[in-house]
């Protein structure tokens, strides 16, 4: 991809393959960005991503330390539906989303992309696993001292989850980011839409030969992706190997 975008048309076709192009083609980059609006592509993004990934983390770990710590009738019932969840393809609630926020008044807009994928089932059930591998007598402590559940959420369960609130959010902006159905169906303007859908609307304006460009746009929407995997990497293994598997 990173090859293809550098080269000049001439080599995209050029056999044997090569890897080196023989002078970078900077110019598919800007072809690329002025072909569509890549710009209102990338800042729509960068909205719903910011928005929505962060509401995920935050619903899902204040449901998952009441899963793990609050004493509440029909619990386990309630994990089990949230663990149902996981089972259930996102394909199949398009339809009824699409109804739903229609009703709303919310096609087209921010709120209408963001609000159908709010919750986070895995999120929920990794964090509620690894919030049920801390130290019991941590948390016996801080009750005894007069900490209310906040207290204990924010300043002794979050801090020693690190990794594992870092590994929801990391999916959860992956998830925002490359979702590509439903903006696509709740969207029907240019100017609402999201890099996925962009690249689309990228390759049907250049069509099947001007491969360079459509390259340089790929790479631009997959390089914040990479940068983020990057710096979170480290905490990604922790994250999953720290969540117990705790009844």
Not at 93 to 117: E, Q
Not at 175 to 185: G, R
């Amino acid at each position: 991809m990173i090859s293809s975008a550098l080269k000049p048309q001439s080599e995209i076709y050029q056999w044997p393959l090569r890897i080196i192009p023989s002078h970078l083609a900077w110019e598919n980059f800007s072809h690329a960005w002025n072909a569509v609006p890549f710009g209102n592509f990338f800042v729509n993004s960068l909205i719903v991503t910011v928005v929505g990934a962060t509401a995920k983390v935050t619903l899902a770990i204040f449901s998952a330390y009441a899963f793990a710590f609050l004493p509440f009738p029909g619990k386990k019932w309630l994990f089990l539906a949230v663990l149902g969840a996981l089972m259930v393809p996102g394909h199949v609630t398009l339809l009824m989303n699409y109804i739903t926020i229609g009703n709303l008044g919310m096609i087209n807009s921010y709120a209408g992309i963001i609000l159908p994928g709010l919750a986070s089932a895995f999120g929920t059930f990794l964090l509620r696993q690894h919030f049920l591998g801390l130290p019991k007598e941590v948390m016996e402590a801080a009750e005894l001292d007069g900490a209310g559940h906040l207290r204990k959420l924010f300043y002794i369960a979050l801090p020693m989850s690190v990794p594992a609130v870092v590994t929801v959010g990391l999916i959860a902006v992956i998830d925002e980011w490359n979702d590509f159905i439903w903006p696509l169906l709740v969207t029907n303007s240019v100017q609402m839409r999201t890099l996925p859908v962009g690249l689309m609307a990228l390759k049907e304006s250049e069509g099947v030969s001007n491969w360079g460009s459509i390259m340089a746009g790929t790479t631009m929407v997959v390089l914040p992706m990479l940068l983020v995997f990057l710096f979170a990497q480290r905490f990604i293994v922790a994250g999953l190997a720290g969540a117990s598997l705790k009844r």
